[in-house]
């Protein structure tokens, strides 16, 4: 098995977190959020969307947000655009960074945004030809693209065609997500495999959600197939838009624990990770599927014992 | 990666998931799920355990359970046992299989047994020589194998050491056991490479808990490692000693929904196994870690979708 030095956690908890939540929070309270994300040493951040306001009104303040935060340098702040108009008031707000995004699942494309994934591909060339022009960067995200809950299991090649038009427009930065986490370890790693033999020009990013307890995973899938930047949000907040009550997205922490379990470094402040996630879940206001703010590190256990032992 | 054709799954819930209940279930309730288990098609089950009744309640009628149960052809059923009293009793109620059991753990070993694990070794012997006279089989677990709340990381070479005490004695059934969560992927595979190779005569048995949601990771990891038994409670019954509500065993109806979903086979039926889940958490009367008990299988949401796709 691979055991890689470094992999890159992306926290996303404040797009695809926070616009499942029924609480709406404040842009104090957001930026409290990013501000602990920052300090734990997350350096690639999803900070909202340009989505319409009626469609995920948990974003309809992406746009101040972003007028608002302080800019650490070395941090990349993205937002996700569904198309120009979204990539406009992204970089009328000051990003320089953007996540372009459609579903490779035709039916789900059709489904939510009425259009076949590859007429949505063709309303991204002006998104290329804006970006050029003021100098902002694209990432790809490839929604569905290890299941979709109306056509199933996607295969590699329905994969490999949205890849190949991306990569015609110029985008090098793709994600590959699982929104209803249907995607198993061994799908990712032997579609995984093949993506990065494939397309080697290509910074792979995969997005997990642990519905049925597999992102953990799949991550560690993802990282055997040579990928090694992953998608979490803080305290698993997320769900899916098909279950009600399913847990979300794969916790930030979680992931963190594990890697660091494994010497696999980050880069992140664990205890500050937890931190976060613990902020992030009294601002929600209601239970949440981390499994390290429940039951703390490794060594946690092994400290209160220690200590436990000492004082007797 | 491999991908091994088949696994097989222990149902430990009886024991392991029960023995941690506030909620004393009735022989009645037991046989009912011990049948359901049967009826999934898992082939190896650990009914019980022969501890003090003081110690643990939940297991005090596990003779009785014995006696009632009818025995199907073809299932191995298991009980722990803690030393020759216990073997003793497992056999008068008609059990021919008995899995003794020790910490690795020198300091955890003193805590819970008042006893070293060597000197736990020797108590063993006189079951070997009751298991031979009787026409017994006797299996190994080794606890806290892969972390320990009192010392931590365990060295492989402290696990190596009870190996070959337990060959010693001619068990040669083994079994590494995570009742604190503690195990992680890379620890899985380095240690469970090494074990498999340096004693290709045992047969190695896997057992996680999903305190840290490491537990799918760690058996993805044991796979690797060339290891195809693995332990799992149904609707992940348990907890770990020392963390209030942290999660159980590792969900037997997950294991098998992530391995189906790899296309490796089980021989179990996942229906019924999250049929069996459902009907525990019903017994036990609070929620439950389970996962696709919650979420449904992967192939339950694209088959609602298709329903109403069709229905419009």
């Not at 989505?51 to 972003?66: F, S």
């Not at 370890?185 to 597999?214: A, C």
């Amino acid at each position: 098995m691979l055991w890689p030095d470094k992999v890159t956690i992306c926290e996303v908890g404040l797009r695809d977190g926070l616009q499942n939540e029924k609480v709406l929070l404040s842009i104090d309270e957001k930026l409290e959020l990013l501000d602990m994300v920052v300090a734990s040493g997350i350096k690639i951040i999803e900070v909202g969307s340009f989505v319409h306001p009626k469609a995920i009104p948990q974003m309809a303040d992406t746009e101040k947000l972003i007028q608002r935060m302080k800019k650490v340098d070395g941090v990349e702040y993205r937002a996700l655009v569904p198309n120009l108009k979204g990539l406009e008031r992204a970089h009328a707000a000051g990003l320089t960074k953007a996540k372009l995004t459609l579903s490779v699942s035709e039916s789900h494309c059709i489904n939510n945004f009425n259009q076949t994934p590859l007429e949505m591909m063709a309303g991204f060339i002006p998104c290329v030809e804006y970006a050029a022009k003021h100098n902002l960067s694209l990432s790809g995200a490839l929604s569905s693209a290890w299941g979709c809950s109306f056509e199933g299991r996607i295969p590699a090649a329905q994969i490999e065609k949205i890849v190949r038009e991306y990569l015609k427009l110029g985008i090098t930065e793709l994600s590959l997500s699982d929104a209803t986490g249907m995607a198993n370890p061994r799908q990712v790693y032997e579609v995984g495999s093949y993506m990065v033999k494939t397309f080697p020009e290509v910074k792979w990013i995969l997005h997990f959600h642990n519905t049925r307890d597999m992102a953990l995973s799949n991550i560690l899938a993802g990282i055997q197939a040579g990928i090694t930047i992953f998608d979490g949000a803080f305290a698993g907040l997320g769900g899916c838009p098909y279950i009600p009550d399913a847990t979300g997205n794969v916790p930030t922490e979680d992931v963190i624990h594990m890697l660091h379990e494994m010497n696999i470094n980050t880069g992140v402040d664990l205890s500050k990770a937890i931190a976060t996630a613990r902020r992030a879940k009294e601002m929600v206001g209601h239970e949440v599927a981390s499994y390290v703010l429940k039951a703390g590190r490794c060594e946690d256990l092994t400290n209160i014992k220690a200590q436990r032992q000492n004082n007797r």
